[in-house]
């Protein structure tokens, strides 16, 4: 643990919590990629099925706890219960296309080849890529509201945060991990337009437009 991922978690949750607030309290999930929210509990559920089996710590269980609910809570808050809401006329990105080949790549390119690690390196490489539809929905329907953009920069700062984090390792430990880093490396550059369109208008108290 260091002081980068420490901040990461905290912007991770923040942004889980930002969404479910959002959700809860405006009754509504519009401008909500229901296919994002699908691939990130696909991820956390492949990553965390070592929860009975791989015990670090008090802090990290209860992590992953929170990470797996909240998950599936979206989901249900999406597809079920304000399902009304939910745009799905426009968040129409194929998930699948992401799906499929980092499974593919997971099983080609992992660190130890058993069902864990395969499983863990599938997380990995899918959370690099889960937030696409989500742009891309915020893309076609050419804006996003305030709330929506806050949880997307919290998100993206996250990811920026491990990034610095497993450079922190890399320096002071001589620790490092390539299909982490690299993945951690696409999933920030993803965000690198998003971010510079919330500094310039969300911060300035106008309304984010992205080009279609």
């Known amino acids: 643990m260091n002081i980068f991922r420490f901040f990461g978690d905290l912007a991770h949750l923040i942004a889980i919590v930002i969404l479910l607030l959002k959700i809860w309290k405006t009754r ?15 991820v956390f559920t492949a990553r965390y099925l070592d929860l ?9 269980s209860c992590m992953k706890v929170v990470y797996i609910v909240c998950s599936y809570t979206t989901v249900f808050l999406i597809y079920g219960k304000f399902k009304a809401s939910y745009d799905g006329n426009h968040d ?19 660190h130890d080849f058993t069902p864990l690690e395969i499983l863990w390196t599938f997380s990995i490489y899918l959370e690099s890529v889960a937030i696409l539809p989500q742009l891309f929905l915020v ?5 996003a509201e305030s709330i929506t953009s806050h949880y997307l920069f919290a998100l993206g700062s996250y ?5 610095l984090n497993w450079m922190w390792r890399f320096f002071s430990q001589g620790f490092y991990d390539l299909i ?8 920030t550059v993803l965000y690198c337009d998003f971010f510079y369109l919330y500094v310039s ?7 984010l437009s992205l080009p279609a």
């Open 28 to 42: 509504s999930c519009a401008g909500i990629s229901g296919r994002s929210q699908i691939l990130f509990a696909i």
């Open 52 to 60: 009975f089996t791989n015990y670090i710590s008090l802090y990290n």
């Open 92 to 110: 129409t990105f194929r998930i699948e296309f992401l799906i499929a080949p980092c499974a593919l790549l997971a099983f080609l390119v992992n």
């Open 139 to 143: 893309s076609k329907t050419g804006e």
């Open 159 to 163: 990811r920026l945060l491990y990034l």
């Open 180 to 187: 982490a880093l690299l993945s951690g490396v696409l999933q």
């Open 201 to 207: 208008k969300v911060l300035k108290g106008k309304k």
